[in-house]
């Protein structure tokens, strides 16, 4: 069965760090591109980051490029999400999702793990 | 960036009525449109990709058509279980970008 634990997320001040997890497992996750969507409250779902199944691209929405960094370390199965200057509309549950290929859809998504940025 | 353009933003319908959800793409994306459903507190589930393939376990009263930039989401024979909001998404091309959502609910 394949499964998406999200974890690290939390309350951080503007303009602080915070680093997100993703743990996968049940498929062999160097297999496949990982992604991060983030949900505001009460709002629609905007896709935030990409990375391919090697690491070796990586794609970003404009708002949190240069601000937010997507990594993954095969060996561990973990996904993450490096996010510096945080900003108040960063406030957002966000999905760790499996894709099944590149330019696809996102077939498996996690719990989500919920960021508040405010001061 | 694509824009999508979903309808309607909510939806009320009776159990085992037909209904359809409507998504415009702001430029061809030649069937690369997902559909997703997300129950109250939960995270999305994927439905239907490639337009029109239904994903594995969902329920063929499901179903999705379409091509261009018009595509739809038919649920048939409603239950009360298909309460929840439901999104489209292209993956033609980066960025990714989803419909703002439909609402559906039970009468």
């Known amino acids: 069965e394949v499964q998406l634990v999200e974890s690290g997320g939390g309350l951080v001040q503007p303009g602080r760090s915070m680093k997100l997890s993703c743990a996968a497992s049940g498929f062999t996750f160097n297999n496949y591109d990982m992604a991060w969507v983030c949900q505001a409250p009460k709002k629609g779902l905007e896709w935030v980051a990409t990375?391919?199944?090697?690491?070796?691209?990586?794609y970003y929405r404009d708002s949190v490029k240069g601000r937010f960094t997507i990594s993954r370390d095969n060996a561990k199965s973990t996904l993450y999400l490096q996010m510096d200057s945080l900003r108040s509309e960063d406030t957002a549950t966000y999905y760790c999702?499996?894709?099944?290929?590149?330019?696809?859809?996102?077939?498996?998504w996690g719990q989500g793990t919920l960021v508040t940025v405010s001061s | 960036d694509i824009q999508m353009t979903q309808s309607p933003a909510s939806l009320s319908a009776s159990l085992g009525e037909t209904v359809t959800i409507e998504c415009r793409a702001s430029?061809?994306?030649?069937?690369?449109l997902a559909w997703y459903q997300q129950k109250p507190g939960k995270s999305p589930q994927l439905l239907i990709y490639?337009?029109?393939s239904l994903h594995t376990g969902v329920p063929s009263r499901f179903s999705g058509s379409g091509s261009g930039t018009q595509y739809s989401l038919k649920i048939n024979s409603l239950q009360s279980e298909d309460v929840a909001s439901y999104f489209c998404q292209q993956y033609y091309d980066y960025p990714f970008t989803f419909g703002s959502g439909t609402k559906l609910e039970i009468k």
């Open positions: 999702a499996r894709q099944d290929g590149s330019l696809v859809w996102f077939a498996y």
């Open positions: 490639n337009a029109n």
């Open positions: 430029e061809d994306i030649y069937n690369g």
């Open positions: 990375i391919s199944y090697d690491g070796s691209s990586t």
